[in-house]
Structure formats: C-alpha cells, structure tokens
C-alpha cells in the first residue's frame, strides 16, 4: 500500500512497482470508493497474484483496514509505504499535472464543472482537508511494516532557461494616487532605475516575467482588458518586454490555484518557458514572497536588495 496526500507523488512511486510486474489497484482508475477495490484486491489474491500495488491517499486507519483484512484473510502480508509530503510540495505537484494536461489553470467554476470526471483537477483546499484527516500509519495496524519516504523533488534537466520573476504590485507598477494597484493606465508609476537593472539581467539572456492579483476584476470594478492594458502600458514606460501573469479572484478562502501563496502561476511561467528554478531569480517584497519563492525551488531576492545592489 502508498499512502499519502493527493499529489504526494504516489503514482510515480507506483509506477516503480509495476514495473516490476506488480498489479495495481487504484480508485481513480477504476472508480468508485476505496472500498470498492476490496473485492478486486481478494480476486487477485485468490488467483494467486503475489505482488499488487495499492495507491491512493489511505489517510484514515478505517481506509485501510478493509484492505488489512481482505489480505490476512487469503494469508497474504500488507506493507505501507508513507509518502511523507508537505503540503507545499504537493501542491506544486497538483498544479504541474494541472498544467501538463491542460496547458493552463483552470478557475474555479471550471475546477467545479470536472470535479469526479478527473482526478487531476483538484481544488485547493483539498490538501489541507487531505492533512487534517491524516491518521499516521503503524504495524499495529497489521502492515508487516511502514516505510516513510521523504519527497524529493526532480526537476526536469531539459528546462535550462532562466528568468526574473517579479512581484509586480508595487514593485514595477505603482499608484500615483496611492490606491492598492493603479486605478487608470494615467495613474500609473513605473521606476526607472529599477527598470536598468532588469534591462542588465534581460541582456544577460534572463527572461522577464510578472506576477500579479487583481481582484478588481472579480469585483467588477475593472475588466481583464482593462488590466492588460495596464500592464502592456507598464511595459511600455519601461522599455520592457514583461509577459505578466494574474490572478482575477477575489478574497477570500481560495477557490483558485493561481492566487499566492498558492504555486500556480509560478508553476505555469516555469512549465510554459521550460525553466530550470534554481538559475531563476524571484523578486518580491511581501511576507509571503519568501515562502513562494522557496516551494517553487526559486533563489529569492528581496526587492530593495535586488534592485539596491545594481544602482
């Protein structure tokens, strides 16, 4: 058995006993619940199938109990293996296969509309729900053995390209009004100095990359044209060539992947661009940059510091 959070990795894990000829049984596959793998489970083991691979997120004892059972009953022994993955790391994991598959992030509604007919459109919260479920597995419970497994994570060596990522609230693009965000392209401040210090670093051959949130449009206070123009005009000014990605949501529990501290559009700039993160720089200065940066894998750099040094 593998057991872990939705996006832990357990698949790729699995996929190393099938190889090894192990059959898998997994929910997602076959539908319904985990109970429903019971008698598939006791059909294999009838017929005399030694070695089978169950992997879906287990994280109650009762969710595994009935699998327990079904084996000690044709006298055969369970082990677990634990993938022990934060929350952050899955859901970087969540999103890339988001991503890999549909080429972007679905919003909300569209994450409700699929919801049951694929298992990769998670919605956000599911993790933390996933992770104040989690019962820990132990021998007591009738595995021969439990083996917790660390997740490690393997980037893709073919993404070789580099790139500034930016902050853009109030780092590029700032309100000459001193509203949150610029309430007009008119109202828009840009910084020259600091736009010379991404000139170097686009002439050292980094991309330049925004991210942004932009919940007026949620609000219905603006439209989606409205700030692109915003930022096409941000470009502009600058001299710039920044491709900015947004979140449109609004406040509130998280309905979207895309809205920081959640990983999504830093997990579709590096999809979309093929980039490695360790040779990227991430620029920002909130209190939840740092964290961002780091479950991305992206060296972080305070804006004042980055900006500072080549001024």
């Known amino acids: ?12 894990v699995s996929r190393g006993f099938t190889a090894r000829g192990f059959l898998r049984l997994n929910r997602d596959e ?17 017929s005399g199938t030694s070695g089978i ?15 327990i059972q079904a084996a000690a009953a044709r006298g055969a022994s369970v082990r ?20 890999e598959r549909y080429g972007k992030l679905p919003d909300a509604d569209e994450l409700a509309a699929h919801r049951g007919r694929d298992p990769v459109l998670l919605p956000p919260m599911t993790q933390f729900r996933y992770q104040r479920e989690l019962e820990a597995p132990d021998v ?28 853009c609230d109030g780092i590029l693009a700032r ?21 010379a210090t991404l000139r170097r670093y686009a002439g050292e051959g980094f991309r330049l990359l925004g991210l942004s949130w932009q919940p007026d449009i949620a609000g219905g206070t603006r439209t989606a044209a409205d700030v692109d123009t915003m930022f096409a005009k941000m470009s502009e000014l600058l001299g710039l060539a920044i491709e900015v990605e947004y979140c449109a949501h609004a406040a509130g529990p998280p ?29 920002g200065d ?18 004042r510091e980055f900006f500072d040094e080549h001024e």
Request: net charge positive.
């Open 140 to 167: 007591s419970e009738g595995f021969t053995r439990v083996d917790v497994v660390p997740f490690v994570r393997q980037f893709d060596p073919s993404r070789v390209e580099r790139a500034v990522l930016i902050w």
């Open 255 to 283: 309905r979207c992947w895309c809205r920081k501290p959640l990983p999504g559009l830093g997990v579709l700039l590096i999809h979309r661009h093929h980039l490695d993160p360790a040779r990227c720089i991430y620029v």
């Open 1 to 12: 058995m593998i057991m872990g959070l939705p996006g832990a990795g357990k698949s790729t």
């Open 53 to 67: 691979v169950l992997d879906n997120t287990y994280v109650s004892r009762a969710s595994r109990a009935a699998v």
């Open 286 to 303: 909130g209190p939840q940059d740092a964290g961002y940066a780091q479950r991305l894998g992206l060296p972080y750099r305070p804006a």
């Open 80 to 99: 677990c293996v634990w993938l022990s993955t934060s929350v952050a790391d899955a859901q970087v994991n969540a999103v890339t296969r988001i991503v």
């Open 175 to 195: 309100s000459r009004s001193n509203h949150r965000v610029p309430a007009t392209v008119d109202d828009l401040v840009v910084d020259a100095g600091r736009a």
């Open 30 to 46: 076959a539908g319904g619940t985990l109970r429903d793998l019971v008698p598939a489970l006791d059909r294999a083991l009838a």
